[in-house]
C-alpha cells in the first residue's frame, strides 16, 4: 500500500509564489519517477514536472523558467516550487510516483491564481 499526501496549495496572487510538496509512506521501496501533473477544469490532466531518482527533470513547456521540481530520496518527498504564477496556472496539482512499474496518485492540492 502506498500513501501520497500532498500539501501546499492554496490562493495566490498573479506573480506570485507556491511551494508544494508530496510525502510518500508505505511500500515505497525503489521508488524511480516522482512528479507534479494538474488539471484545470474543463482540461485533461497534464504534466507539470518530472524528476528521475538520478535527478533528471521534465517540464512542460508551459512553466519552464518559472517552476523547479525537487525530491529528498531519504525522505521520499518531492518538491514543487512554483514562481511567477499566471491565472493560467490554476489547477488541482497531483503527485505521482512510480514504483517499479506501478504509477500511484495523490488526491491533489489546489492552486487558485487571482488576477
Known amino acids: 500500500q502506498v500513501q501520497l499526501v500532498e500539501s501546499g496549495g492554496g490562493l495566490v496572487q498573479a506573480g506570485g509564489s507556491l511551494r508544494l510538496s508530496c510525502a510518500a509512506s508505505g511500500s515505497i521501496f525503489g521508488i524511480n519517477t516522482m512528479g507534479w501533473y494538474r488539471q484545470a477544469p474543463g482540461k485533461q490532466r497534464e504534466l507539470v514536472a518530472t524528476?528521475?531518482?538520478?535527478?533528471?527533470?521534465n517540464y512542460a513547456d508551459s512553466v519552464k523558467g518559472r517552476f523547479a521540481v525537487s525530491r529528498d530520496n531519504a525522505k521520499n518527498t518531492v518538491h514543487l516550487q512554483m514562481n511567477s504564477l499566471k491565472p493560467e496556472d490554476t489547477a488541482v496539482y497531483y503527485c505521482k510516483i512510480r514504483v517499479y512499474a506501478m504509477d500511484y496518485w495523490g488526491k491533489g492540492t489546489l492552486v487558485t491564481v487571482s488576477s
Open positions: 524528476i528521475t531518482a538520478g535527478l533528471g527533470t
